[in-house]
């Protein structure tokens, strides 16, 4: 359990620095202010839902592929995770649209997107909780995660195949002056490390949780032996 304290820890210590270089290393956009500093984590928090949701297909396929206990704790872990830097994403969104565009939100294509892509794996988490644990929930499960991931490039590309008020990219037309590129690359580069040790925390939740019933049947039989 020590190793995944220092991996926290030192997860936190790397958020705490890429907080430094957004506040004190970037410099302030001319035209949209000191509000613009939200688009670090924004981005970067999006950019690690997608990695997440990647992860969650790769569980979902081993699983059912080869039926992999090791691949449907993975998927369950990078789905949580996937969700909450959704959630961040689009809280932080609402907080920059706020000023920018006079409103938290609007049906753009970039938003609604995004909000079903939120609503997919919300539900696929839905699902892993309400259903009766076992072979046949794991396996629709893992089909949700797997054919919600569509819903991905769908987010990422709806700037350009369709007409949006939500602003273009700008890593890739290198629109970002040398300071603030560094500061997002880094931003995103701890974001990343961060979500991989909070799913390696959650499988490690995921694995005991599911040693329990295991645990309490090899109780009850050694007491059932001993009576």
């Known amino acids: ?75 369950r872990s990078a789905a949580l995770v996937g969700v909450v830097f959704t959630t961040v994403t689009l809280v932080m969104g609402m907080m920059w649209a706020k000023p920018i565009w006079g409103t938290f939100w609007t049906w753009d294509a970039r938003l ?24 046949q929930a794991a396996r629709f499960a893992a089909v949700v995660g797997i054919f919600g991931f569509v819903d991905v490039p769908v987010v990422y590309f709806s700037v350009t195949w369709w007409r949006t008020v939500h602003p273009g990219p700008v890593i890739s037309t290198d629109a970002l002056p040398p300071e603030m590129l560094f500061t997002f690359l880094f931003t995103m580069f701890c974001t990343l490390v961060l ?22 049947f090899v109780l009850q039989a050694a007491r059932r032996s001993t009576s």
């Open 1 to 75: 359990m020590n190793r995944y304290l220092v991996a926290a820890a030192a997860s936190v210590a790397l958020m705490l620095v890429a907080a430094a270089f957004i506040f004190f290393f970037a410099p302030t956009d001319a035209l949209q202010g000191p509000v613009q500093r939200i688009f670090y984590l924004h981005v970067s928090s999006a950019i690690a839902a997608f990695v997440s949701f990647a992860v969650v297909v790769v569980g979902s396929v081993a699983y059912l592929w080869r039926e992999s206990i090791v691949g449907d704790r993975v998927a």
């Open 195 to 216: 979500a991989a040790v909070m799913i390696a925390v959650r499988y490690r939740i995921e694995a005991l949780s599911d040693a329990q019933p295991a645990a309490q």
């Open 112 to 135: 609604t997107s995004t909000l079903v892509l939120w609503i997919i794996y919300a539900g696929y988490l839905l699902v892993r909780r309400l259903a009766a644990p076992g072979r």
